[in-house]
């Protein structure tokens, strides 16, 4: 590995914010396999390397500490590069939906505060409609021609785990999308939380079926196995036959999904004959599994792990254990526990903070959003708000855990 790379990246080690994470997995294993798309495969080293020499790139175009870098494309090793070069520089990613519409775009784009915008060529059509009216990288040839004549990043900034990571957009259930402001702690507590309930292994290769602008596709799965330095395989879309195909073709050890995507799997007409030996972790959310579903991937052996989470909470709160005992609904996800880090999900009974009148529920995260991060609105520290409940229903108290009063967001 290129020495330069190595400690450029690892420079501020007491802060090992996310943009660190490729340098300090390829110290330990340079050359092992962190993403594949198709016939390209990306080694740490590779990574860490040309992450530096994009954030370089980012640098030499204006971007800095606190700026917003937006992505609009499907999933691909892109994503990544993008994201960990942005988060190296202390910069903002600012994902956004490719399956929206230009007015959306653009909307999200002013309310971000976004400085660049780097897109793939599926999105093409998309941004000719938004018209951007800020710089535009677009993935291809410009996008590897400034990564190839950039020279890594020299001297990055320190980023500590409480500065902020990432603009999620969230529609809520009234007005204009808005923006859940993520740091960098965040995302850690929340992979370190799923490898309280998942066994991920170095040696992993993982499918990223759900959609990088989505909490899911981030944060369940793709960061806690590049973090223990497996191979993470982004799709750009889901097809029920080629995911089937594809876990028998790469030994596919696990993926997160929606029950929707479970139940077409199992109605595939290559359910039955997919060899599925090597998975061992399916996590879903968003809804319940229908007990069928449920049955048919128990039958094949594999036991499907239900999680609740909220974009908010970066996103896990609850997970299924591995192994629970199957008595009553239990087997098919009803029951949850809170993850098992310090700083995790406490039960709603907390004298600290009055529960809403239609909730049963309240979950205490490590560190949830830190507010919403529009152009008016600048992330703050969360410090403030770090031990803030979050409930089912989106409720929190407005003023902290001592709060008389109450508010849905």
């Excluded at 809804?287 to 052996?301: C, H, I, N, T, Y």
């Amino acid at each position: 590995m290129d020495t330069a790379v190595d400690t450029a990246a690892l420079r501020h080690a007491s802060a090992p914010a996310l943009g660190s994470w490729p340098a300090r997995r390829a110290r330990i294993a340079p050359h092992r396999p962190a993403l594949v798309e198709g016939e390209r495969t990306v080694t740490y080293t590779e990574l860490a390397e040309r992450t530096a020499r994009l954030a370089a790139v980012l640098a030499g175009r204006g971007i800095g500490p606190g700026d917003r870098v937006a992505y609009l494309g499907q999933n691909a090793i892109s994503v990544f590069e993008t994201y960990f070069a942005a988060w190296l520089l202390g910069a903002i990613v600012a994902p956004l939906n490719y399956r929206l519409a230009a007015a959306e775009i653009r909307y999200m784009l002013e309310d971000s505060g976004a400085s660049l915008l780097v897109h793939s060529a599926d999105a093409d059509a998309l941004v000719a409609a938004t018209a951007p009216a800020v710089p535009v990288l677009k993935v291809g040839a410009e996008y590897e021609d400034a990564v190839a004549a950039t020279e890594p990043l020299a001297d990055p900034p320190a980023v500590t785990l409480d500065d902020p990571a990432i603009l999620l957009y969230t529609s809520g259930t009234t007005g204009r999308p808005k923006a859940a402001v993520l740091t960098h702690g965040n995302l850690t507590w929340n992979t370190i939380n799923q490898l309280a309930h998942v066994d991920v292994l170095s040696t992993d290769h993982a499918l990223c079926i759900s959609p990088l602008f989505h909490c899911v596709g981030l944060g369940q799965v793709t960061l806690p196995t590049l973090f223990k330095g497996g191979c993470v395989e982004p799709l750009a879309s889901f097809d029920a036959g080629a995911v089937l195909a594809r876990i028998g073709e790469a030994g596919v050890a696990s993926f997160s999904a929606v029950p929707t995507m479970l139940q077409m799997m199992v109605e595939h007409p290559g359910w039955q004959t997919a060899e599925l030996g090597t998975l061992h972790t399916v996590l879903y959310g968003g809804s319940p599994v229908q007990e069928r579903v449920a049955r048919a991937w128990l039958d094949r052996g594999v036991q499907v792990q239900q999680g609740y989470g909220m974009t908010e909470a970066a996103p896990g709160v609850y997970m299924v254990p591995r192994g629970a005992t199957p008595t009553g609904r239990s087997r098919w996800g009803s029951r949850t526990s809170p993850p098992t880090s310090p700083c995790s999900a406490t039960a709603s009974a907390s004298r600290s903070a009055p529960s809403p009148p239609s909730c049963s529920c309240a979950a205490r995260t490590c560190s949830p959003a830190t507010g919403t991060g529009g152009r008016s609105r600048r992330p703050r520290s969360s410090t403030a708000s770090g031990s803030a409940p979050v409930t089912c229903c989106g409720w929190r108290p407005t003023a902290g855990p001592t709060s008389s009063t109450a508010s849905r967001t």
